[in-house]
T-cell receptor, first 116, second 113 residues
Framework: DGGITQSPKYLFRKEGQNVTLSCEQNLNHDAMYWYRQDPGQGLRLIYYSQIVNDFQKGDIAEGYSVSREKKESFPLTVTSAQKNPTAFYLC???????????????FGPGTRLTVL | KNQVEQSPQSLIILEGKNCTLQCNYTVSPFSNLRWYKQDTGRGPVSLTIMTFSENTKSNGRYTATLDADTKQSSLHITASQLSDSASYICVGAPPGGSYIPTFGRGTSLIVHP
């Protein structure tokens, strides 16, 4: 999985609870991303971070929060404000330049969140 | 709005047969197109990356083509194996800087023995 770890693999949450999904990378990549994947839909961007202590909202940021205190870590908190949080969450990181000047994006193994 | 459309949505083939998956993209500015393989419950893994100047790229039994004029790409799988059963995702990517790719919904491939 390209040097990106996510934990836990499965997570169960009661309604009204906040939960935090972990993402760590040892690829020395500057940029990190969180995506949400639902059945039959493409990956949707929640948040991304180009550099430590800076991050931007993606297409579906409502009900989520992130932090980027270290280059290696980009945790995602799913808050009680997220109305339909049950989904598969993927963390990714991207190299700069790379082969032929193309950014290469690597994904973690994912966390499946289920709201009970 | 950038879009990536994939077809078919799902496909069932017999082991040993070939198949071709299609991708149409509207991504501007456009830099490169990628194909990923995603096994059920796991993260996507890159198969091929093609810049706008490349027409074809192979990775073992996987061959991707790109026509930047018509904004179409295809992924051809030769002599399919049971392990090819997965979702195949087409991704259009912009030039460097702030890298925000556009993902297709994927084609679900099932290979039967």
């Amino acid at each position: 999985d390209g040097g990106i770890t996510q934990s836990p693999k499965y997570l169960f949450r009661k309604e009204g609870q906040n939960v935090t999904l972990s993402c760590e990378q040892n690829l020395n990549h500057d940029a990190m991303y969180w995506y949400r994947q639902d059945p039959g839909q493409g990956l949707r961007l929640i948040y991304y971070s180009q550099i430590v202590n800076d991050f931007q909202k993606g297409d579906i940021a409502e009900g989520y929060s992130v932090s980027r205190e270290k280059k290696e870590s980009f945790p995602l908190t799913v808050t009680s404000a997220q109305k339909n949080p049950t989904a598969f969450y993927l963390c990714a990181s991207t190299s700069r330049g790379g082969t032929r000047g193309v950014n290469e994006q690597f994904f973690g193994p994912g966390t499946r969140l289920t709201v009970l | 709005k950038n879009q990536v459309e994939q077809s078919p949505q799902s496909l069932i083939i017999l082991e040993g047969k070939n198949c071709t998956l299609q991708c149409n993209y509207t991504v501007s500015p456009f830099s490169n197109l990628r194909w990923y393989k995603q096994d059920t419950g796991r993260g996507p893994v890159s198969l091929t990356i093609m810049t706008f100047s490349e027409n074809t790229k192979s990775n073992g039994r996987y061959t991707a083509t790109l026509d930047a004029d018509t904004k179409q790409s295809s992924l051809h799988i030769t002599a399919s194996q049971l392990s090819d059963s997965a979702s195949y995702i087409c991704v259009g990517a912009p030039p460097g800087g702030s890298y925000i790719p556009t993902f297709g919904r994927g084609t679900s491939l099932i290979v039967h023995p």
